[in-house]
């Protein structure tokens, strides 16, 4: 199994750590050859979270703009309204397999908590979430369906109170509880083998979204776009078009108010090489090494740090990673609310953004894929509350 992308991941934590994370490895290896376990995470996905997820194109807003058509994955569609839970589900089911009766997780904006929250409750199993003492006020709608779905959630009151505290947290547990307990890691970061197995379980969407586009255009698309926060819906549309070298690789970070203003969320374009969650890799830190706190408008970008594959690809050039701030987020959750009647989730929006951005320079036959990573109802109370601020400006 790989460990290490180039000079990034890893498995930086705690001796006490190392057999746990080779059990899981193993169980890993073992649960991804075996036709039943595969056999039953593809009855999940498709029977509760009700895949395959279509691919829709955008046509009054790829008119409008004058260019590229633009051709949206629908994880907004998935069971929770995103594409989490594809992964919170192969988690699972591998925790069973492996005989821990109990799931942990850490959430900052409160999406992977819920959506471990689910599985849990789909499994029937115990579960608990660490989040920052300040996420949980932010966040306080997540904060209750975790509750109804019958998971404790504990308020990280350490440090900053924030996404990076809760890790360190839900870290911490997993030490003290390794023996029965299972640490549900919600993106394509921590220690090996995370990374791999997230990015595994979120390929369905880029693997479907290949033969989709064939089906569709009898061709490949262009680009192939997505928002990156830890970079797990963006790692699973790249699994499906990695070796096709006609099909441009694009993820997009949060520029929050722009990246000179320090605040944002652009770990690759705006962060220095460190260790955090157990991995070497690019990440938002002080000139003395602390991690800094994100700013974005989408409150599910605000991992410091970013997925280890993602920095190999950038490296190597096989992906390009771009930059969108809030304004330009907003504008493009305005765009295909009236032009598609499809309400985005800010994070995704930024993937559109950069769709929008491209689109009017490139031809009508090109074909510019962007991953709908989520649905924007969650947003509704902070887009407003954005566009008043800027308003009254
Ligand atoms: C959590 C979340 C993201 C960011 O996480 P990645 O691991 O980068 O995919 C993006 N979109 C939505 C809708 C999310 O909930």
């Not at 990076?164 to 003290?176: F, I, Q, Y």
């Amino acid at each position: 199994m790989k460990t290490h992308y180039g000079a990034y991941g890893g498995q930086y934590v705690a001796e006490t750590l190392m057999a746990p994370l080779k059990e899981l490895e193993a169980a890993y290896e073992a649960a991804k050859a075996d036709p039943d376990f595969m056999r039953e995470f593809g009855e999940i996905l498709r029977d509760y979270v009700g895949r395959e997820t279509p691919i829709t194109v955008a046509r009054r807003l790829s008119e409008h703009l004058g260019g590229a058509t633009i051709v949206l994955k629908r994880e907004d569609l998935n069971h929770t309204g995103a594409h989490k839970v594809n992964n919170t589900i192969g988690q699972a089911l591998l925790a069973r397999r492996m005989g821990k009766k109990r799931l942990i997780a850490e959430t900052g904006a409160g999406m992977h908590g819920v959506a471990t929250a689910t599985v849990a409750a789909l499994l029937g199993m115990p579960c608990e979430v660490y989040m920052g003492a300040i996420d949980v006020e932010r966040q306080s709608p997540n904060v209750e369906r975790m509750k109804m779905l019958g998971a404790k959630v504990h308020a990280v009151t350490e440090g900053s109170a924030t996404l990076k505290d809760a890790m360190n947290e839900a870290l911490r547990d997993w030490v003290t509880n390794c023996d029965d307990t299972f640490y549900v890691i919600g993106t394509v970061a921590g220690p090996a083998p995370y990374p791999e197995m997230v990015r595994d379980f979120q390929s369905v969407i880029g693997r479907e979204a290949r033969r989709q586009c064939l089906e569709k255009f009898g061709r490949l698309p262009d680009e192939a776009i997505a928002c990156v926060g830890g970079g797990s819906n963006a790692m699973g549309l790249f699994a499906g078009f990695i070796d096709d070298a006609s099909v441009k690789l694009v993820g997009v970070e949060a520029g929050g108010k722009g990246i000179s203003t320090g605040e944002h969320a652009a770990s690759i374009n705006g962060g220095r090489l460190g260790v955090l969650h157990g991995a070497k890799t690019m990440l938002l830190q002080t000139g003395d090494g602390n991690i800094i706190d994100t700013y974005s408008v989408s409150a599910g970008l605000d991992y410091p740090g970013v997925g280890p594959e993602h920095c190999h690809l950038h490296d190597t050039g096989r992906a390009e990673y771009t930059v969108i701030t809030d304004d330009e987020a907003i504008a493009a959750f305005d765009a295909l609310c009236r032009y598609e009647g499809i309400i985005p989730a800010l994070e995704s929006s930024h993937a559109l953004a950069e769709a929008i951005k491209r689109a009017p320079g490139l031809p009508k036959n090109a074909i510019l894929l962007v991953n709908l990573s989520g649905r924007g109802d969650k947003d509704m109370e902070n887009a407003r509350r954005y566009k008043d601020a800027k308003k009254n400006s």
